[in-house]
Structure formats: C-alpha cells, structure tokens
C-alpha cells in the first residue's frame, strides 16, 4: 500500500491526463525571470510571464502538482477561508479592501477563463459553491458573508432548507450560501493543463530540478540545481508549505498543516443521482469546516484535519461517518484512495505577497483556498516582475514574519479541532 504522502496515492494521479514533457535541468542558462514552485502560484506566474514575453524558467523541485496542487479536493471557491469583505476593508480601508475584495472575487473566473482559453481538460465545472448550515447560529455566518458579498454584486443567493436539499440531496442543513462563481476541478489536470499552457507561451520547465541555493550576483541572481544553474534578473518563489531553507524565514512564516483526503469508490447510479445532482462544491460552516464534493465518475471526495499523529485509520473513520450522518442514503463507504497534502496557514487566514529582496519576490499562504487564490497570486506576482508598482497591485505587500510559536501551533490546532468538533456534535 503507498503511503498517503505518496502522491501517486491520490485519486486525481489516476484520472488526469498524462504530464508534459518536463526534464531536469541541465547546464546552464541565462533568464529573465526564474520561478521556483510547479503548483498554482508558479505555473500561473509562468505562464503571464511567457504570455507577455518575459523569458521564464520554472525550477520544480519533483514534478508539476507534487504538492498542494495535485492534491486538493478541487473546489475552486471566490471567498476568504475566514474573512468577510467587510472586516477586509476595516482592516486595510476603502480603496486597498475593496481592491482585495474584488481580486478574491475574480479570482475564481481567472482559473475557468483560463481552462476555457487553453482548453485545459480538468473535469471542470463552475455550477457554484455551496457553504451550508445545520444549526441556526451557523447559518447566520454563512448570512453573513452571503449580505456582503451580495452588497458587492457577486452572483451569490441564500438557500433556505428546501433549496439546500434539492442541491446537496441532505436534510442534514437547514439553509445555505450559494455563490454561482465557484465551482470544482480536478486539481492535478489544471496543474499539468497550466504547465502546457505556460510551456506552448514559451516558458521552459523542469522538473526534478530543486532550487538548492540563491545567491546575489553584480548584475543578477543566481539559482543552483544540482543540474545546473539559472541566473535571471528576478525570483518568484512559489514554495507555500512546500518551502525549505531556499529563502531564510520563509518557511518559518507559514503553519504547514497536513490534510487527508480520500475518495469512495464511484457511487451507484441511483445513489449518485441523489447527492450533488449539481456537483457544487461544499465546505459547510462547522466550526471544523467539512468539505466535500463529487467527480466526474461520481466518487464522493472529502477530507478532514489532523486529529492524532499518525491519521490515516481515524480520519478516514471520521469521513466516512460524517458522509453517512449527512447523506444516510449513501449506504456502505469504501475509500478507494486515501492521501494527504501540506496546506500552508497564516495565522490570520489571509494570503502572503512579499517583497524579499530587489527582484525576489514570493506568494503563499491562501489557508486552504489556493486553487482560485494561488492562480491569481501567480498573476499579481507576474504583473510585479513585469514592473507594475507594488501600490498598483490588488494584494498588499507584507513583511516576512515568523509565525510566533509555530512548532506549538500544529499540537495546539489539533486540541482546539477536537474541541471544535466536539462542539459541533453537540451542535
Ligand atoms: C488536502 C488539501 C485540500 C485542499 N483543498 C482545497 C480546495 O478544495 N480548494 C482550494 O482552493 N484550495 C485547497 N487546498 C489548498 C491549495 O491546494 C493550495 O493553496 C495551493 O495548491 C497552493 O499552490 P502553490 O502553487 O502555492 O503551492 P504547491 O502546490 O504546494 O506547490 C509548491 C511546489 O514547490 C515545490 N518546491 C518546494 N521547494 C522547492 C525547491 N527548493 N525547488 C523547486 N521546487 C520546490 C514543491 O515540490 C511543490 O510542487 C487544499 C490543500 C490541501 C493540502
């Protein structure tokens, strides 16, 4: 059996299509722009920055979608993990709140308008998100973040018990925020759908290529594989909770929190027929976000946080019991495919755009809604090689932080899980 770190363990190595041609890097080259990451955030950058002529090269350290990317649930969601756009603009004023409000909002169009204009074949379909309820002071949050996004003219509708019914196919909730933007994909074909289109733009990419050093030279700067070296006038790191020692500090300025996911074996006809006619994707309003969504074959596909060490027999329990309270009709629960991935967390769920040095710069941090956020950020980053201001761009520019006590945070968030969800039960 492969470990659940494997990424050849997740359901989407089995159902995307074949990789581009990516070999190592060998020799050396000279660049203008050079991106160390193959997820979102790196192909994305990639691929603006060889659609607007910039000479790219992307350095992955394994192959495109190895980490986060490959292996995510796929839901592609135009919102803030725990941000209402209210509180965004007391925190960063009118002008820059709204600019960010509206950069999350869009996001989640960039990622279909780019599957559309490269053709990319990744399951997708944008039939919306869904954020149910099941108790009453749940669904006032999921209320609450539906009024502000609507008194900014996103597509979005509140859902009463009826409605949520007939688009999950569970009694389970009693009412939900729908935003008709979002959507599902399969995470793994839009990374290798993002290389090929970067790749036919120009960029040149390679894979089994770690960045093993950066160093400042007169003119430039220089990035070290144990395959040669790339010297370019400007960094992108794209690393998230994949990052190393490449970059002081940058690893330490995110908590890599790891996620297992699993998918059932495709569900009969009859039953299939019954939950997520729609396929909307779902993250509900628990305290313990539960998300889940259907393929393409009609697999549930769903996941959990940590709850112990050593995860994979209790979460997949965990799931599978969650599935059966909120859909009794599914019957027996077979998970065919167990895996798990890094996602990195701010401590304020808020993603990070830095400035490291001259002509390095970094993204990361989207707290577990990086298919919309991190395909954006890819763009923003992009925009600033290209010489945009950084006051011109829709993401403020951070300090790199450490995150204080991060070693303890990881035990910690699994205590204060346990508790949420108990709270949740007794909900
Ligand atoms: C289990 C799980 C479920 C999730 N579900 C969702 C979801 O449903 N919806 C959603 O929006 N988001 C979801 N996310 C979050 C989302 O997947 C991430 O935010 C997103 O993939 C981040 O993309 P990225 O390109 O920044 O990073 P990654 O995809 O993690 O890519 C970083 C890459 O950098 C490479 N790398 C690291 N160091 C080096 C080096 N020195 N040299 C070269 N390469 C290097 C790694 O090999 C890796 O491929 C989920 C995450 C997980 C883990």
């Known amino acids: 059996m492969l470990k659940t770190s494997d990424p050849r363990s997740a359901l989407w190595s089995s159902t995307a299509a074949p990789p581009p041609d990516t070999p190592p890097l060998t020799g050396d080259r000279r660049t203008d722009a050079v991106v160390v990451g193959g997820g979102f955030t790196g192909l994305s950058a990639a691929l603006h920055l060889a659609e607007a002529g910039v000479d790219t090269v992307l350095l992955e350290a394994e192959a495109p979608g190895f980490g986060a990317s490959g292996r995510n649930n796929g839901q592609v969601v135009p919102a803030y993990s ?183 074996k495709p569900l009969g006809d009859n039953v299939a027929r019954t939950i997520l006619p729609e396929r909307q994707g779902i993250s509900d309003a628990r305290r313990v976000l539960w998300a889940f969504r259907k393929d393409g074959a009609g697999r549930m596909v769903t996941g959990a946080a940590p709850l112990v060490p050593g995860f994979r027999g209790p979460l997949r329990d965990l799931c599978t019991t969650q599935l059966k309270a909120v859909f009794p009709q599914v019957g027996d629960v077979d998970f065919e495919y167990l895996w798990d991935g890094k996602v990195a967390v701010t401590l304020d769920r808020l993603p990070r755009f830095h400035e490291l040095a001259e002509g390095v710069y970094a993204g990361l941090g989207y707290s577990g809604r990086g298919i919309a956020m991190a395909t954006a950020m890819g763009k923003v980053l992009a925009e600033r090689v290209r010489g945009t201001p950084a006051s011109d761009l829709p993401v403020p520019v951070s300090p790199l932080n450490p995150v204080p006590m991060r070693s303890l945070l990881i035990p910690l968030a699994r205590v204060r899980m346990n508790w949420w969800r108990f709270l949740d039960r007794l909900d």
Request: hydrophobic letters at 45%.
């Open 82 to 264: 725990r941000h209402n756009p209210d509180e965004i603009v007391a925190e960063f004023g009118d002008e820059r709140g709204e600019a960010l409000n509206a950069w999350v909002q869009d996001a989640a169009a960039l990622v279909f308008d780019l599957i559309a204009r490269h053709g990319i074949d990744c399951d997708a379909s944008q039939n919306g998100w869904l954020m149910p309820a099941h108790t009453e002071s749940r669904l006032a949050i999921a209320q609450a973040k539906h009024d502000q996004w609507a008194s900014r003219d996103a597509p979005v509708a509140l859902l009463d018990k009826a409605e949520t019914q007939a688009l999950t196919g569970s009694a389970h909730y009693i009412g939900a925020w729908l935003h008709r933007g979002g959507g599902n994909i399969n995470p793994l074909a839009y990374t290798r759908g993002l290389a090929r289109a970067a790749m036919d733009a120009g960029a040149a990419i390679h894979a089994a290529s770690p960045a093993t050093a950066i160093e400042r030279t007169a003119r430039s700067w220089r990035v070290t594989t144990p395959g040669g070296v790339v010297e370019a006038d400007t960094v992108i790191l794209a690393t998230n909770a994949y990052s190393g020692n490449l970059w002081p500090g940058l690893a330490r300025s995110v908590v890599p929190l790891r996620l297992l996911q699993g998918a059932t």
